[in-house]
């Protein structure tokens, strides 16, 4: 499975960014998708997952009712719409996907590039 992440960029707090992540590959509908964050000095963070084929979702409690995770199968794109930005939310922003459902970065096969996410106070 490839990936592809974009839709990072500075925004105030209280705003809204909508991240992308472009899928191809054989087989990639049959996956589990998810978005992790990293930020300077500390640990890849687990933020939400989505499977693929069932549409079910799941999120850390750090995002949960902020941020929400979709997908577009016509255009085998899957989103993140994060709203109420706080500084703390800013990172690099990972898509990556995975046969088996997880909230473990390390269960993750393949992974988009980071898109760069910078929330302002």
């Known amino acids: 499975v490839q990936l592809q992440a974009s839709g990072g960029g500075l925004v105030q707090a209280g705003g809204s960014l909508r991240l992308s992540c472009a899928a191809s590959g054989r087989s990639f509908s049959t996956y589990v998708m998810g978005w992790f964050r990293q930020a300077p000095g500390k640990e890849r963070e687990f933020l939400a997952v989505l499977s693929w084929n069932l549409g079910t979702t799941y999120y850390a409690d750090s995002v949960k009712g902020r941020f929400t995770i979709s997908r577009d199968n016509a255009k085998n794109t899957m989103y993140l719409q994060m709203n109420s930005l706080k500084p703390e939310d800013t990172a690099v922003y990972y898509c990556?996907?995975?046969?088996?459902?997880?909230?473990?970065?390390?269960?993750?096969?393949?992974w988009g590039q980071g898109t760069q996410v910078t929330v302002s106070s």
């Open positions: 990556a996907a995975n046969p088996k459902y997880s909230d473990r970065s390390t269960d993750y096969s393949s």
